[in-house]
């Protein structure tokens, strides 16, 4: 495996009036192409801070952030949207699907800048839905769809860019138990197909899917360990 991240001595620190407000203090981390990696910590631990550094949404105050090679923290503004729509997939808790508008359409908006024809967009969106398991549901608008299922759209948004790094921000936590299990399979299952995952949750039973875990405290990294051989996880 090679490096696909190198954080190294990562500071972000916010001012709020006259109060600096530390969400990162000198964290250092690696992590290789092909990891599935959980990270955990009690609000305010500086997780999802860590999350917007990796996926080019924030930049470090200081320190030094390489993806594949490039020094994000001296890219443009422009740079950095063109690397998170080339190689990097997003989920959220929230789905952050847009209620009016189908599926299919869902999935097609982060090619809508490729320079692709239509024809080429709606083949790409309709192949990532039928990655996820719901083929023949293109048309269903977010309403007309459980939970699950649209957390499923949102992965397959995040997939039809064909990207390195999936980070996916608590995407069990608006979902029943069953729904949970299917969507950390199919997480589980597109690691397993070469993608880096990397997971943002609370949950311990949600992180033992991962194969290493990293929990945070006070914008560092309190531990850092592999977990057990990933056991069979539920179909989808």
């Not at 290493?212 to 360990?225: A, N, T």
């Amino acid at each position: 495996m090679s490096s696909l991240i190198r954080c190294e001595d990562i500071w972000k620190i916010y001012r709020v009036g006259d109060v600096e407000v530390y969400a990162l203090r000198g964290l250092s981390l690696t992590i290789e192409q092909g990891e599935f990696v959980a990270v955990l910590g009690s609000s305010g631990s500086g997780k999802s801070t860590l999350m917007n550094v990796l996926g080019c949404l924030d930049q470090p105050t200081k320190g030094h952030y390489r993806l594949n090679d490039i020094e994000v923290e001296n890219l443009r503004h422009d740079q950095l949207a063109d690397i998170r729509n080339r190689r990097i997939g997003f989920v959220f808790q929230n789905f952050n699907l847009i209620p009016r508008t189908s599926a299919l359409e869902n999935v097609q908006l982060p090619l809508f800048y490729r320079g692709l024809s239509l024809k080429e967009q709606r083949a790409k969106a309709a192949a990532a839905l039928q990655r996820v398991g719901l083929g023949g549901r293109e048309h269903h608008f977010p309403t007309q769809l459980s939970g699950g299922q649209q957390q499923r759209v949102a992965i397959a948004r995040a997939l039809v860019t064909e990207p390195s790094l999936l980070l996916a921000d608590e995407p069990t936590g608006n979902l029943d138990t069953q729904s949970s299990r299917e969507i950390m399979a199919i997480l589980d299952r597109l690691n397993r197909e070469g993608i880096t995952v990397i997971l943002v949750t609370h949950e311990t039973d949600i992180a033992a899917y991962a194969r290493r875990e990293i929990v945070m405290q006070d914008g560092q990294v309190l531990s850092d360990r592999g977990t057990r051989a990933r056991s069979q996880t539920v179909g989808v």
